[in-house]
């Protein structure tokens, strides 16, 4: 059974930090030959793109919002990406995903090229 499982979040006070984690099993391929991305939606809004990796690694895009808080990571020896959120604001707050693309030439930011997905986490922002 193909699962991402997202742990980590929780409640943080305004200015605080979190590390989201994804964990893959079950996948069709290997873990390195998908892209990963982390997504996130809040209450009564869309989904929206906050971060993505290639399969290796070497290239990372941010969402303009997130751009210089957050920081996405992967360790295919484990099947796991990671986020780390660092000074976080009311706005992040959020269920947050993340996402497998079966693709091994760039990463891409609309949810619709993301094959599997995980059930989310909350992550929600004092201020």
């Known amino acids: 059974q193909v699962q991402l499982v997202e742990s980590g979040g929780g409640l943080v006070q305004t200015g605080g930090s979190l590390r989201l984690s994804c964990a893959a099993s079950g996948l069709t391929f290997s873990f390195s030959r998908y892209a990963m991305g982390w997504f996130r939606q809040a209450p009564g809004k869309e989904r929206e793109f906050v971060a993505a990796i290639s399969w290796g690694g070497a290239t990372t895009y941010y969402s303009d919002s997130v751009k210089g808080r957050f920081t996405i990571s992967r360790d295919n020896a484990k099947n796991a990406v990671y986020l780390q959120m660092n000074s976080l604001k009311p706005e992040d707050t959020a269920v947050y995903y993340c996402?497998?693309?079966?693709?091994?030439?760039?990463?891409?930011?609309?949810?619709?090229?993301?094959?599997?997905w995980g059930q989310g986490t909350q992550v929600t922002v004092s201020s």
């Open positions: 996402a497998a693309d079966f693709n091994r030439f760039n990463v891409r930011t609309p949810p619709y090229d993301y094959d599997i």
